[in-house]
């Protein structure tokens, strides 16, 4: 049986045939024109880079087994072969001379720098100690386990139930609450999965052909979209790439989105450009009826005309007012949009949404787009993400914690989605709780999150934070400040499941420590993944394992019952007892194409490294369900159907959650002043907004950093600034600016263009790393920095720019770049939106050239302030007054027993 390509054979895509994958032969391009072969053995696995988690082939030397180069994998479905310039440079991260490769403990103060090696034995004896006694103690709430790449279905939240304790933390709330927010109060389902591809409008509230969630698998879909005929409209203040390839470039002032997609919505309604059977059937417009108009059996009619009472402010001249976008230009795209029925995909998920306050509400409102035209999940449309992600199923499942963490879900924010990770400093200084272990896992708090000084003060304080444990492949400006690193395998190393909404249909893939998978080809036994890998670099699943059974080695407390393995009672599981019970159990279709091949699922998996569930997943809400098996539906149409993850199934236009929760004035998609509204900017004071929130297609926040390759392409992040501004503050491309937040300053250059808005400000925030010792950093990209106490405040002041460096890669002698860009994060003060709990990203500035002190990278941070700002934004919110904490229908990662979610 021969597996299909999902890649059609051409002149770009001449992938090696699986039949050959063991034995691949090239000739070498150094010995070129020699033709020297070169015998390879391909190991399919998963970009590590960015949450997309396309498919990549491992080139493995077949002698050495040292990995030579990384490719797609053309039977990815997601990616189909290709990938994005971070995929390939996978191969410099792991080929890194400056990676760690041991197991690390601090041996000086913390942050002192001094460390020595130990080994992953006394690591785990030392630290399964602790969080015994922790647990021993009913101080369950003192090990916390915080997020930056997650990437690993289901896998943590089993680990952290099976310890009984309320301890996920993640990066969302810096990312991508506000959108999902959003999206679960109309879907319950808080992800778009747009299907571009079959569009016939797109509507990006971001840059997605260039980066952005699910980027290159979006991107491919999103030009064969393009190709047959789809036209493309691009929301953003900044002239992206993408923007610059579309039918329409909306620059938007930054918070003026909802306005602009309300008013499209009300052309919709007005011009009778929306699907009115679609609407009646599958809104629930009884519940806006009842309790706005006060009318149990209102009709449909009455109800459109309510709805177009309702949004009448929202006329495209009033949109025009608040954005600057032309109210021809509005109407124009509303109507193109009507014209495209149910075929409008659209995306929001970091950008406006994620920058300003009240930024959910864009969700709600393009998705209101979406529903007026009848586009949810049909062909060509969006669907919710729920359709097309798979989860993994286990052979059983530790029962719900019976622990509420108030340093994750504190009682002001019922609705956040979800933990309120960024704000960990500020909550333990409130007093709220303190840490016993806290584990970072691909996340770098200090540099990644605003107001870093308030992380590296916590992770200083020994009584606060009593253990912290960094898992990471390299070296960041949090592990400066942690107890132990342990060295956690990069893409080619590690075994995670992934599955991503990247198009209509479902499928899984399968990351895999490459050498050890070719080790066992040829017969050779591996024990344990560190084996396998460079130096002891390890993977999470046998470290958590292996934790676990630290944690509870007679298995008294009932947590290594969990860890042992499904086939051989009271056995320690491995990673093959795991990865084969999921895939010959939960993953539908998959031991049957399996056995086509005469492999099992396991062996399928690690041969191809991915599989299609399902494709074509469109209209599931329209499904009949069988109620007398217990199934819960919807009734329509004189048929109960799935309908949608919401309490009322339908979709929600009316929130009764949001009504009940404290806030009925935004029970219907809004509009919501932005704290960077125009009314709060005064640009005669030298105000400015800045969008310090854009990727460049080169970086992925601190992930990329030891990639040579991409440090090269890009290794600063100038200002962006509209010519017009810069005349009127005598500046040039190259100049200094000084950009003054609330709480301090930063000193950045200036890139003068006019593709930004006037009045906007843009920076990237993939760089400005640092380091504070010449061996404790990548090279390729930080500068190094000393911090400066004044009496206000504290100032980072970069005291060595970058340049060459010995080592066994004979390119660190040729680095010609020597500018590594600014952290901009720090000089940021926290903003939680008091209802999505959203970090609001976006800053209120004052530019001025900078005078004769400041010197270029400067950070200045005044921390008393950074408190006021805090409490300030706390005091906006408004906690339950009833008995539970969080609504229940609501999502939760790593969900407690229902009993938690009462007071
Ligand atoms: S889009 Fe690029 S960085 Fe992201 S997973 Fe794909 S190849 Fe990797």
Redesign the pocket.
């Known amino acids: 049986m021969k597996i299909p390509r999902l890649t059609p054979p051409g002149k770009l895509t001449s992938y090696p045939p699986p039949e050959k994958w063991d034995d691949w032969v090239e000739y070498d391009p150094k010995r070129w024109p020699e033709r020297v072969p070169r015998h390879y053995t391909i190991v399919p696995t998963i970009?590590f880079?960015?949450?997309?988690?396309?498919g990549l082939l491992a080139y493995l030397d077949k002698e050495t087994l040292e990995v030579r180069k990384f490719e797609g994998n053309p039977y990815h479905p997601g990616?189909r072969g290709k990938?994005?310039?971070?995929?390939p440079a996978t191969i410099n991260q792991v080929k890194d001379p400056e990676r760690i490769l041991y197991p690390l403990k601090r041996s000086g103060a913390r942050g002192e720098g001094k460390w020595e090696r130990v080994s992953w034995e006394s690591a785990l004896d030392d630290i399964g100690a602790r969080i015994r006694k922790a647990i021993d103690e009913d101080r369950r709430n003192e090990v916390m386990y915080h997020v930056g790449r997650p990437g690993h279905e289901r896998h943590m939240d089993r680990v952290l139930q099976a310890w009984g304790i309320d301890g996920h933390n993640s990066h969302t709330n810096i990312c991508s609450s506000a959108a999902r927010l959003g999206y679960a109060l109309w879907l319950g389902s808080d992800r778009p999965s747009p299907d571009p591809a079959h569009a016939r409008f797109i509507l990006l509230l971001s840059a997605h052909l260039e980066s952005g969630h699910?980027?290159?698998?979006h991107a491919q879909r999103i030009l064969e979209g393009k190709l047959s005929g789809a036209k493309l409209a691009v929301m953003d203040p900044r002239l992206s790439n993408t923007a610059s390839v579309a039918d329409e470039w909306l620059p938007t002032w930054p918070g003026s989105e909802a306005a602009v997609l309300l008013a499209m919505a009300r052309t919709l309604l007005v011009e009778n450009l929306f699907d009115r059977d679609f609407v009646r059937d599958w809104v629930n417009w009884q519940d806006y009826m009842k309790a706005c108009h006060g009318e149990d059996d209102a009709s449909f009619d009455a109800f459109i005309e309510a709805l177009v009472e309702h949004y009448a402010e929202f006329t495209p001249e009033f949109a025009e007012k608040e954005s600057g976008v032309p109210a021809e230009q509005i109407t124009r795209v509303a109507r193109q949009i009507g014209a495209a029925g149910n075929r409008f995909a659209s995306h929001v998920w970091r950008g406006a949404a994620s920058g300003n306050l009240g930024g959910w509400q864009v969700a709600r409102a393009l998705q209101f787009l979406t529903v007026l035209t009848g586009s949810v999940g049909t062909k060509g449309g969006t669907l919710p993400h729920s359709w097309n992600k798979f989860k993994p199923e286990f052979w059983e499942d530790p029962k719900p914690h019976e622990q509420w963490n108030e340093l994750l879900f504190p009682k002001e924010y019922p609705l956040s989605h979800f933990e309120m990770g960024f704000l960990l400093p500020h909550l333990i200084l409130d007093g709220r709780g303190r840490l016993e272990v806290y584990f970072t896992r691909v996340h770098n708090p200090v540099w990644t999150n605003p107001d870093g000084l308030a992380w590296m003060e916590l992770l200083r304080d020994e009584k606060k934070m009593g253990l912290h444990v960094a898992l990471t492949p390299t070296w960041n400006e949090s592990a400066f400040f942690a107890d132990y690193i342990l060295p956690m395998g990069l893409a080619s190393e590690r075994h995670d499941i992934q599955s991503q909404e990247t198009h209509a249909g479902k499928w899984v893939s399968f990351r895999q420590p490459v050498a050890r998978v070719a080790m066992e080809r040829r017969g050779q036994k591996v024990e344990l993944t560190h084996e396998a890998n460079p130096g002891e670099v390890w993977e999470e699943d046998e470290f958590w394992i292996a934790l676990s059974w630290k944690i509870d080695p007679d298995g008294a407390l009932g947590i290594r019952k969990h860890f042992e393995s499904p086939y051989r009672k009271g056995e320690k599981l491995t990673v093959d007892d795991y990865y084969r019970h999921v895939f010959e159990n939960s993953v539908p279709g998959l031991p049957e194409k399996a056995k086509e091949e005469g492999l099992t699922p396991l062996q399928y998996m690690r041969k191809y490294g991915a599989f299609e569930i399902e494709n074509n997943v469109y209209e599931l809400y329209q499904r009949e369900v069988d109620s007398s098996k217990g199934e819960d539906g919807v009734e329509v149409g004189g048929k109960t159907r799935r309908g949608f993850e919401t309490p009322s199934k339908k979709l929600e236009l009316y929130s009764s959650t949001l009504a009940e929760w404290g806030w009925p004035e935004y029970a219907m998609p809004g509009y919501i002043h932005s704290h960077v509204h125009p009314s709060n900017i005064d640009g005669s004071k030298g105000d400015f907004v800045l969008i310090p929130t854009f990727r460049l297609p080169t970086q992925?926040h601190t992930r990329s950093a030891n990639s040579k390759w991409l440090n090269e392409i890009s290794h600063r992040n100038p200002i962006w600034i509209h010519t017009g501004d810069a005349k009127r503050l005598g500046v040039s491309t190259g100049d200094l600016l000084h950009v003054a937040t609330e709480i301090g300053y930063f000193v950045n250059r200036a890139w003068v263009t006019e593709a930004i808005k006037p009045g906007i400000l843009a920076c990237s925030h993939d760089l400005g790393r640092w380091r504070l010792k010449p061996d404790e950093g990548s090279r390729w990209t930080s500068t190094i920095v000393r911090f400066e106490d004044y009496g206000s405040g504290t100032r980072l002041r970069h005291v060595e720019t970058l340049s060459t460096f010995p080592s066994s890669d004979p390119d660190s002698s040729r680095i010609w770049w020597s500018d590594g860009g600014v952290h901009q994060n720090l000089a940021f003060p926290v903003q939680p939106d008091p209802i999505s709990g959203m970090h609001c990203w976006h800053q209120k500035v004052t530019v001025q050239k900078a005078p004769r002190e400041d010197r270029y990278g400067d950070v200045f941070v005044d921390r008393s302030k950074s408190r006021e700002v805090y409490h300030r934004w706390l005091a906006q919110t408004r906690p339950p007054t009833g008995k539970l904490r969080r609504p229940l229908w609501l999502g939760r990662p790593v969900k407690p027993a229902l009993k938690m979610f009462e007071f």
Do not use: L, R
């Open positions: 970009c880079n960015c949450e997309a988690a396309c990616s990938n994005c310039a971070k995929g699910y980027f290159n698998p992925i």
